[in-house]
């Protein structure tokens, strides 16, 4: 699934001076039009002003790439606190300063969903829930998990509607994802605790039949026994 552009929030156009400078010259150019005064030079300068743009967004990329593989041994040896944080005395920046400075390019992107669980490892639900849903990366198997993120979040806050929602829409980007079974398993697993047991009932004997030598089937059964 490719994602749709993020869109860029005023804060964000305001901060960065490619996007200001190509905006600006939109602007003039517009206002050229008005007058009946375009000229091929005006667009010759927006065309450059979005190749300096797009020139600095691959940079950003490539920046936020070099980052992120330093933070990540912290991130996997479960040292949560400093991949958020950094690490003092080293060229760890840390996860929180990645997203602020590169969150918009396609690595920074995926820092967001490292982030998110970092927090969401600390119990910091509230922080992982804000990272979660502003993923808008373009990659499925992040998005899934960003809305996998946004599901666990709101099973810790015991809003098991929402969270059985997420958990199927984890399970919904695409079909080739081999987590689809434990998302829908969870999706069931709230659906029961709202006490809609039929409707777990009926996803836990789709997937038997959808994922069979799935490793993740092995509760289906445990389930399925607390939806009679």
Known sequence: MLGQKKKFSRKEIKEDKLVGFYYQALEFVENQKRNLLIG????????FAWFLYSEGRASDNEKANIELAKILPLYEQGAYLEAIEGRAGTPVIGLKKLVDEYGSSHNGEI??????????FLGKTDEALKYYEDFGGSSEVFQATAFAGIASCYE???????AANYFQKAASVSK????NPQYLIFASANLIELNKKEEAKDILKKLKKDYVGSPYLRDVDKYLAQTE
């Not at 091929?40 to 065309?47: F, Y």
């Not at 820092?111 to 969401?120: E, M, R, V």
């Open 176 to 179: 080739e994802n081999v987590l």
């Open 156 to 162: 810790a806050k015991n809003n098991y509607e929402e």
């Open 111 to 120: 820092a967001k969903i490292y982030l998110a669980n970092s927090y969401f």
């Open 40 to 47: 091929a030079g005006v667009i010759v300068l927006v065309i």
